[in-house]
């Protein structure tokens, strides 16, 4: 199998960026594509705080971080990502923005590149068949934040082939990740497991069980999580929440999935959390203050 040496990475927002940060730092060349230049610029200096962080603590050296920043460059067309050997979407969680990226991609691609895309919840087998590649085409769901967390979910669409799952399972491994392979349902295992929890925690709230303090106060010192639930989906984003649910709730068919209607109500709003400002907490001030 032919190695993986240059990557390309779709999407320089909040995954993006972590993916970035993470191939680059294992000393892949990555060329970081988005359709605003002041996106990238952001993703970088993100990139170098982080570095500096990693730099602090003593888990790289200065070399090491002049080197990965170095071999980040700026891809100002999908054309740009012509001589990727691995191509990584990273686009907002929303099926139809992310096969019209890979429409427009699929014509730049020399015939062996390989597509991956980061999606946390949506079909790889129906976003594969928007390609000219399906067999191709697999899924890398990094967890957030991309730099820290040390999973890597893998899953294959139905035409995913072996080589393509090879390769791509061993240049994973290259980043110092762990892999869990998953089979192609809707969000996969860690989402269908998190995502369902952090509903029935607004749920919770709707329901005025409890406060969003009391709810994640609870569940931080009650069930040893390191960030309560509310916290959490703050810390994913809202609208990401809810995308999640909503594919659990369409692709099983089954009730317990239904998004709760405040999580709803906050989308609508344009609270989704840290990204926004506010969220189930309002981090507009020194500290962040529950909402409700």
């Not at 090491?64 to 920043?69: G, I, Q, S, T």
């Not at 923005?97 to 691609?109: E, G, H, M, N, Q």
């Not at 369902?196 to 010192?221: C, F, K, S, W």
């Not at 069930?223 to 995308?243: E, K, N, V, Y």
């Amino acid at each position: 199998m032919e190695p993986i040496r240059k990557v390309g990475i779709i999407g320089a927002g909040q995954m993006g960026s972590g993916i970035a940060h993470v191939v680059a730092l294992s000393g892949y060349d990555v060329a970081l594509h988005d359709v605003a230049k002041e996106k990238i610029d952001a993703a970088i200096a993100t990139i170098d705080k982080n570095l500096t962080r990693q730099v602090a603590s003593g888990k790289i050296s200065e070399d090491e971080k002049k080197k990965a920043l170095a071999r980040i460059s700026y891809a100002e067309t999908l054309q740009a990502l012509a001589d990727a050997d691995l191509v990584v979407e990273a686009a907002t969680e929303d099926e139809t923005v992310k096969r019209k990226i890979f429409v427009a991609l699929c014509p730049y691609l020399k015939p062996d590149a390989i597509i991956g895309t980061n999606t946390s919840s949506i079909s790889i087998t129906r976003l594969a068949a928007a390609t000219d590649r399906p067999e191709r085409f697999i899924g890398l769901h990094f967890m957030n934040p991309a730099p820290v967390m040390e999973l890597v979910e893998m899953i294959r669409g139905i035409a995913t082939d072996d080589v393509t799952f090879g390769r791509t399972k061993s240049f994973v491994e290259t980043l110092h990740k762990t892999v869990a392979v998953s089979e192609d349902f809707p969000a996969f295992m860690v989402n269908r497991i998190l995502l369902p929890m952090i509903n029935e925690a607004v749920y919770t709230l709707y329901e005025g069980v409890g406060t969003v303090d009391a709810i994640d106060t609870a569940m931080r010192l009650g069930a040893h999580h390191p960030m309560g639930p509310l916290q959490l989906a703050d810390f994913i984003g809202l609208d990401t929440c809810l995308s999640i649910m909503q594919v659990l709730y369409e692709g099983l068919a089954d009730s317990k999935y239904r998004p709760c209607p405040l999580l709803v109500k906050y989308v609508e709003a344009g609270w989704l959390g840290r990204k926004t400002k506010r969220g189930f907490y309002d981090y507009r001030g020194e500290k962040p203050m529950p909402t409700r």
